[in-house]
């Protein structure tokens, strides 16, 4: 593995990281000041528009996807290979993005499961 793709792999893995303990902190904060049924209606009332929000930025990242790679390539120093295999990765993206918004944020298992 080349340097610009460890480099690639860590900045991602820390800016996930990041978003997920952010949302985690903010989001127990608001229970213990609120309480967690106040939350829970809260978020049962914005549920549509998160998930327009949450396609939205799917969308998003699959339509700009060459330049997301084309920047990556360039600002990680990527070979010309790595480049073209981030920027064929761009359906199977695509492909998990909708696969975990399915089982995650839909709760596909629990209304197969029949929950």
């Keep these: 593995m080349t340097p610009g ?10 800016l996930l990281l990041g978003i997920v303990g952010v949302v985690s902190g903010m989001t127990l904060m ?12 809260a978020w049962a009332s914005a549920r549509a528009t ?3 929000l949450k396609w939205a930025a799917m969308i998003m990242v699959v339509w700009r996807w060459p330049a997301i790679a084309a920047w990556a390539t360039e600002r990680f120093d990527l070979s010309e290979e790595e480049g073209r295999e981030m ?4 359906w199977r993206l695509a492909t998990a993005l ?18």
């Design 5 to 14: 793709k460890k480099r690639l792999l860590l900045v991602t893995a820390t």
């Design 30 to 41: 608001l229970i213990h000041a609120a309480g967690f049924d106040a939350v829970a209606r």
């Design 50 to 52: 998160i998930q327009a």
């Design 87 to 90: 920027l064929a990765a761009r």
């Design 98 to 115: 909708v696969a975990l918004e399915l089982v995650l944020g839909q709760n596909l298992l629990g209304m197969l499961a029949g929950h």
